[in-house]
């Protein structure tokens, strides 16, 4: 064989341990960087757009290739980048219709990566030589915020910290003299078009509060079958354990390295009660000084710092954690992402509403409804309606 020219660089997203291990494992091919789920190849391709070709599992835990695939479309993300499909077991139906998709190609059982490089190969080399080529996309669908919106989320926050700066300085004084640890809480937040910033808050827990947060997801208002929380997401599948070895009764699945098949990761979640967020009423990690903070909205006047920076608006979806953003990129909620993050939007007043009860579908569903209709006086309206919500005395 002759050797290549040169590698390509790639993406691999994708939990099976057996392509990435074959991916990686031939350098004179493969630049490769592999990736577990669509947000986190959403983030990369973001940042890097020398990208030669993705190559993505067919099943994923929430979503899978086609979905992943029609999704980068909508957001214009890397159009003109081959995307392979690879799948462990045959799959006529969705080959069929991955290629109705255009999708570059579709690889079934063991990879061949000499092939799959000359196929890449050939492809970049077809887009370099048309370069009238147009590829068939979905309409865009990209959040652009409107002068008039960021302009007052500017003028707003920054007379907000000026006029507040005196309360922020007494709060600081006040969480570094009950707890030690820093006086500010940064965590990566996911907010417009996936996009992932650092968040800002003033502590309102004990240090080390994450560490501890499994052992208390049994009390997530979220969470609507608790009484199950307990049981392993490992156990054996037992319409698996009926056949042959090795067999599996759906689609396997790799979460974190791990084979787990479709039928026992979804029944493994509605066991544990696995909620998309996570809320817990009365949360035993918050201190005094966390419970007044919160119960006042004080802990997020560092967001107007994030509003400043132009991460966030005043009015908006609430951007989210990366484990729950994780769980929202399918084509039934990922519609939320099209809009723009904020510190209070519909889904808070409402909230307020229903005396702090709202399930996570509703909830789901609000959100999509204000990246849908979102307007400047609507905006003006929702902060009106959020003024009597910062002195709910409910900590929820």
């Known amino acids: ?17 057996e392509y990435a291990r074959l991916l990686s494992a031939h350098p004179e091919f493969f630049q490769c960087h592999s990736v577990e789920n669509s947000l986190a190849a959403i ?10 070709a993705i190559l ?14 029609k999704l980068f479309k909508n957001q214009q993300i890397q159009p003109k980048t081959p995307f392979i499909v690879l799948s462990e077991n045959p799959a006529t139906k969705q080959k069929e219709e991955a290629y109705k998709l255009r999708i570059a190609d579709f690889y079934e059982g063991i990879i061949d990566v000499e092939s799959i490089y000359f196929r890449i190969d050939i492809l970049t080399r077809y887009l370099r030589f048309f370069d009238n080529y147009q590829v068939i996309e979905s309409p865009k669908r990209e959040y652009t915020i409107p002068w008039n919106k960021r302009f007052f989320d500017i003028f707003v926050s ?11 300085i007494v709060v600081i004084i006040a969480i570094r003299l009950e707890s030690k640890g820093k006086v500010y809480y940064t965590s990566k937040r996911v907010g417009t078009g996936y996009r992932i910033f650092d968040f ?20 997530n208002q979220y969470d609507n079958d608790s009484s199950n929380h307990n049981q392993s997401a490992t156990q054996q599948c037992p319409r698996c354990a009926a056949l042959p070895e090795g067999e599996m009764c759906s689609q396997p699945l790799y979460r974190e390295g791990e084979k787990i098949c479709e039928y026992w990761y979804n029944e493994a979640k509605k066991r544990k009660g696995s909620a998309t967020f996570i809320k817990i009423k009365d949360d035993p990690r918050v201190t005094k000084v966390g419970k007044f903070i919160r119960n006042t909205s004080i802990d ?14 005043i009015v908006g979806n609430r951007p989210l954690p990366l484990y729950e953003a994780e769980m929202l990129t399918s084509d039934d909620w990922s519609e939320r992402f099209m809009g723009p993050a904020g510190i209070t939007g519909l889904w808070q007043v409402e909230k307020r509403g229903k005396k702090g009860a709202m399930s996570e579908e509703e909830r789901k569903a609000l959100d999509n409804q204000y990246a849908r209709t979102y307007s400047f006086w609507g905006d003006i309206m929702l902060i009106l309606r959020t ?9 929820v």
Request: contains cysteine; proline residues 6%; glycine residues 6%.
């Open 1 to 17: 064989m002759n050797q290549p020219m040169a590698s390509f660089k790639i993406v691999y997203i994708g939990g099976n341990p």
């Open 43 to 52: 983030n990369f391709l973001n940042q890097h757009s020398d990208i030669d």
């Open 56 to 69: 993505c599992d067919l099943y994923l835990p929430g979503m899978n290739a086609l979905e992943i695939f």
């Open 158 to 168: 920054l007379m907000a910290l000026i006029a507040l700066s005196p309360i922020l």
């Open 200 to 219: 800002y808050k003033l502590r309102s827990m004990r240090v080390g509060a994450d560490s501890v947060l499994q052992s208390l997801k049994h009390l």
């Open 300 to 313: 997020e006047l560092p967001q107007l710092l994030n509003v400043l920076k132009g991460d966030m608006s």
């Open 387 to 395: 003024i009597p919500a910062v002195f709910q005395k409910e900590n």
